[in-house]
C-alpha cells in the first residue's frame, strides 16, 4: 500500500500554537491563520475548513482532552483512518493488559500477527459467504412454476441480499484492519536482552 501512517489532522500544528496554549492563545492564532486563508480573502475554501475544524476542536475542553490523551479526534480523522484506529486501540489494550514483563516479548510483532490472521480469517468468511450465496442464487434460478404469492422466491431472495451486506461489511473490515496493519509501518520494539547461560558460554583455552 502506497499509504503509511495515519493522517489524522495535528489542531495545534495548524493553528500554530503550542500544546499547552491557553484559550486566548489559541483565538488569537486562529484569527490569524484564519484570516489569510478566508475564502473572501482569496483563500482556499478547504484549508479554511481545516483551520475552523481546529480551532473548534482546541476551544472545546473535552475534545482537546481526548485529543490530547489519544491523538486524534472522530471528527478530524479521515473515515478510514478512524477505522483503523479503533482497531488498534482495541489491540492496545490487549497488550497493556498482558501480564508478561515488558521487553520480555515484542508487542509490535504481536499487534502485526493478530492483525494477519484477523484479515485471513475475514477473507475465509467472504469466500465461505459467496459460496453461501451462489448456492442460494442457483436455487432461485431452478425455481419453475411459482405460486402468486411467491413466498419461497421472497424467502431465497432476502436471504441472498442479506448474504451481500454481510459480505460487504467483511470487506469493510478487512479494509480497517490494513488501515491499522499500515499504522505500525516504521516501529520497532526494544527487547531486553537473552540471560546468558554460563554453561553455554566457551571455555578458556587451558
Known amino acids: ?7 489524522v489532522i495535528d489542531p495545534y500544528d ?11 492563545a489559541i483565538k488569537a492564532a486562529y484569527r490569524q491563520v484564519a484570516k489569510s486563508a478566508h475564502p473572501d480573502g482569496g483563500g482556499d475554501t478547504d484549508r479554511f475548513a481545516t483551520i475552523s475544524a481546529c480551532y473548534e476542536l482546541l476551544k472545546d475542553p473535552v ?38 514483563e515488558p521487553g ?19 477473507r475465509f468468511h467472504i469466500l465461505e459467504l459467496e459460496r453461501h450465496r451462489a ?27 442479506s448474504i451481500s451486506e454481510a459480505i460487504k461489511n467483511s470487506e469493510t473490515q478487512i479494509a480497517a484492519i490494513e488501515r491499522a496493519y499500515t499504522m505500525l509501518e516504521g516501529y520497532s520494539y526494544e527487547m531486553e536482552p537473552a540471560p546468558v547461560n554460563a554453561e553455554e558460554l566457551p571455555k578458556a583455552a587451558e
Do not use: C, W
Request: proline share 4%; no cysteine; glycine share 6%.
Open 63 to 100: 475534545r482537546r482532552r481526548v485529543y490530547d490523551d489519544t491523538g486524534y479526534d472522530p471528527q478530524l480523522a479521515e473515515p478510514t483512518d478512524l477505522k483503523g484506529l479503533m482497531v488498534l486501540e482495541t489491540l492496545v489494550n490487549d497488550m497493556i493488559l498482558d501480564e508478561r
Open 1 to 7: 500500500m502506497a499509504k503509511t501512517g495515519a493522517t
Open 135 to 161: 448456492r442460494v442464487r442457483k436455487h432461485m434460478d431452478r425455481i419453475g412454476r411459482r405460486p402468486e404469492a411467491d413466498v419461497l422466491g421472497s424467502m431465497l431472495r432476502a436471504r441472498a441480499t
Open 104 to 122: 520480555s516479548f515484542d508487542p509490535v510483532a504481536g499487534l502485526r500477527r493478530k492483525l494477519t490472521d484477523d484479515i485471513l480469517k475475514a
Open 14 to 24: 495548524i493553528l500554530g500554537v503550542a500544546r499547552d496554549a491557553d484559550e486566548a
